[in-house]
């Protein structure tokens, strides 16, 4: 199992990114699973940033608005379209699949899923 993640880069504040994750040899039907986008800094802790499932998507307070994620199943494929960005926003981005089902059934968590090997965003002001 692989997810690959890429897009990220160094960009002004106020500009965008599109982050792409690429899963290969999911090993359920990949509808079944919760698919999200984390990100972390060396200051603090892996924060959950979207997620999507067949019900739909939900997103953490501080990028609603400016973050939207998708998936293409006939691609296999996450995208993470970030407008608007905000130097707060620099972070290593990961991609993450959990065959949960749903996502309120399970989450992708460090022990329970799949993860990407992540993508460096940075945000100048």
């Known amino acids: 199992v692989q997810l690959v993640e890429s897009g990220g880069g160094s960009v002004e504040a106020g500009g965008s990114l599109r982050l792409s994750c690429v899963t290969n040899?999911?090993?359920?039907?990949?509808?079944?699973?919760?698919m999200g986008w984390f990100r972390q800094t060396l200051e603090k802790a892996r924060e959950e940033v979207a997620l999507?499932?067949?019900?739909?998507?939900t997103y953490t307070e501080s990028v609603k608005g400016r973050f939207t994620i998708s998936q293409d199943n006939a691609k296999n494929t996450v995208t993470l379209q970030m407008n608007s960005l905000k130097p707060e926003d620099t972070a290593m981005y990961y991609c993450?699949?959990?065959?949960?089902?749903?996502?309120?059934?399970?989450?992708?968590?460090?022990?329970?899923?799949?993860w990407g090997q992540g993508t460096q965003v940075t945000v100048s002001s």
């Open positions: 999507i499932d067949a019900d739909g998507t």
């Open positions: 040899n999911l090993p359920r039907t990949y509808a079944l699973y919760c």
């Open positions: 993450a699949a959990r065959p949960s089902g749903r996502c309120r059934y399970g989450r992708p968590r460090p022990d329970a899923g799949y």
